[in-house]
């Protein structure tokens, strides 16, 4: 909140409890980021005078940048808004209502932050009104004042997708971070063990064919990096409300498809080397079809879990990263072992 609002609202001794609840600098809404200094037309004005009073006005209120206007009536309900561009362009007898656009997204006093943010975003504002419940016109949110806004919200959503507490800082007290850290630590340790249940299910194929070991951790770090692309554009989507339930089916599909065209690419890439390496091509084709099995259930994954979670009404970014990874881990394992068990007499 700017401070000249701030010095306004000291300086009127007001004690109205409304009026210090809508600038409570504790509160994370609308009314607690909004500026009372802006720019703002009557509808029964002709475009002349409107450019008359937004001369004197920006002389009195010392604006020096102006970008849209907002248009009240004689009551001061909100009824539109306009560029400055559209008004110097217009025929100077015309009236203000016929030059405005009529339709202003506005939101109300208590509305959160992260919504406002939201909002901006999603229909490249760069300023918000905000309105009471009658729909009077009671300040603007700028994108200026949004921005500690934007960078937290982007934080919390990376924060949460690593199982990081958000209040941690990289200098912060040891014991905090410990403290923050260590729970998520110990949950992937367990489903870390999930992964390695697998390897000892499949240890006797191993010990026969020592050269499978050296691709475990390809073929899972793939998995992991192509399920962790996925989520976090699945999670910033989310957040932006860019993709809804119905998108589901073509996520998937898409999902799919590029796990798979990207496992044929990198599944073949590291069949050659792994040819050239012990010259044996069943080995390399087990190699290639984990590949690209692997990379397609990461994609899924990556789609289907913040999904998941919505249903669920958790948090998207909850810890993911550790979930999927974990998916991809294992999943991986299962198909590369799985078919080296198969054909373990052809490549021996």
């Given at each position: 909140?700017?401070?000249?609002?701030?010095?306004?609202?000291?300086?009127?001794?007001?004690?109205?409890?409304?009026?210090?609840?809508?600038?409570?600098?504790?509160?994370?809404?609308?009314?607690?980021?909004?500026?009372?200094?802006?720019?703002?037309?009557?509808?029964?004005?002709s475009v002349q005078g409107a450019m008359d009073h937004v001369r004197n006005q920006s002389l009195e209120k010392n604006i020096d940048e102006i970008s849209y206007i907002l248009v009240v009536d004689s009551e001061g309900i909100l009824k539109g808004g306009l560029n400055v561009s559209q008004l110097v362009i217009s025929e100077p007898t015309?009236?203000?209502?016929?030059?405005?656009?009529?339709?202003?997204?506005?939101?109300?006093?208590?509305?959160?932050?992260?919504?406002?943010?939201?909002?901006?975003?999603?229909?490249?504002?760069?300023?918000?009104?905000?309105?009471?419940?009658?729909?009077?016109?009671?300040?603007?949110?700028?994108?200026?004042?949004?921005?500690?806004?934007?960078?937290?919200?982007?934080?919390?959503?990376?924060?949460?997708?690593?199982?990081?507490?958000?209040?941690?800082?990289?200098?912060?007290?040891?014991?905090?971070?410990?403290?923050?850290?260590?729970?998520?630590?110990?949950?992937?340790?367990?489903?870390?063990?999930?992964?390695?249940?697998?390897?000892?299910?499949?240890?006797?194929?191993?010990?026969?064919?020592?050269?499978?070991?050296?691709?475990?951790?390809?073929?899972?770090?793939?998995?992991?990096?192509?399920?962790?692309?996925?989520?976090?554009?699945?999670?910033?989507?989310?957040?932006?409300?860019?993709?809804?339930?119905?998108?589901?089916?073509?996520?998937?599909?898409?999902?799919?498809?590029?796990?798979?065209?990207?496992?044929?690419?990198?599944?073949?890439?590291?069949?050659?080397?792994?040819?050239?390496?012990?010259?044996?091509?069943?080995?390399?084709?087990?190699?290639?079809?984990?590949?690209?099995?692997?990379?397609?259930?990461?994609?899924?994954?990556?789609?289907?879990?913040?999904?998941?979670?919505?249903?669920?009404?958790?948090?998207?970014?909850?810890?993911?990263?550790?979930?999927?990874?974990?998916?991809?881990?294992?999943?991986?394992?299962?198909?590369?072992?799985?078919?080296?068990?198969?054909?373990?007499?052809?490549?021996?």
């Amino acid at each position: 909140m700017s401070e000249l609002i701030k010095q306004t609202l000291k300086s009127s001794n007001q004690t109205d409890p409304e009026l210090s609840d809508l600038f409570d600098d504790d509160t994370e809404d609308a009314g607690s980021l909004m500026s009372a200094v802006y720019l703002v037309l009557e509808d029964n004005m002709s475009v002349q005078g409107a450019m008359d009073h937004v001369r004197n006005q920006s002389l009195e209120k010392n604006i020096d940048e102006i970008s849209y206007i907002l248009v009240v009536d004689s009551e001061g309900i909100l009824k539109g808004g306009l560029n400055v561009s559209q008004l110097v362009i217009s025929e100077p007898t015309e009236m203000i209502t016929s030059v405005m656009y009529p339709d202003i997204i506005s939101v109300s006093a208590d509305t959160d932050q992260e919504q406002c943010a939201l909002i901006m975003e999603k229909y490249n504002l760069l300023t918000l009104a905000v309105t009471d419940s009658y729909g009077r016109l009671e300040g603007i949110v700028k994108i200026e004042d949004m921005i500690d806004v934007f960078q937290d919200e982007a934080t919390e959503d990376m924060y949460k997708m690593v199982g990081v507490d958000e209040e941690e800082k990289i200098l912060g007290p040891f014991l905090t971070s410990v403290k923050g850290r260590f729970p998520w630590l110990f949950v992937n340790l367990i489903t870390a063990g999930l992964a390695a249940m697998v390897i000892i299910v499949f240890e006797s194929t191993l010990t026969k064919v020592i050269a499978l070991a050296a691709f475990l951790p390809v073929i899972a770090g793939q998995g992991g990096i192509v399920g962790t692309q996925t989520l976090t554009l699945m999670v910033r989507s989310m957040a932006l409300e860019e993709i809804s339930h119905e998108d589901t089916k073509k996520l998937l599909i898409k999902e799919l498809s590029l796990g798979l065209v990207h496992g044929f690419v990198l599944g073949l890439i590291a069949g050659i080397v792994a040819y050239f390496w012990q010259e044996n091509i069943y080995l390399s084709l087990v190699i290639g079809f984990s590949m690209m099995g692997n990379l397609a259930v990461a994609g899924i994954s990556g789609v289907a879990l913040p999904i998941f979670l919505r249903a669920m009404k958790l948090d998207p970014a909850l810890s993911s990263a550790v979930v999927v990874t974990t998916v991809t881990d294992v999943v991986g394992f299962l198909i590369y072992l799985g078919m080296a068990t198969l054909v373990i007499n052809l490549i021996i």
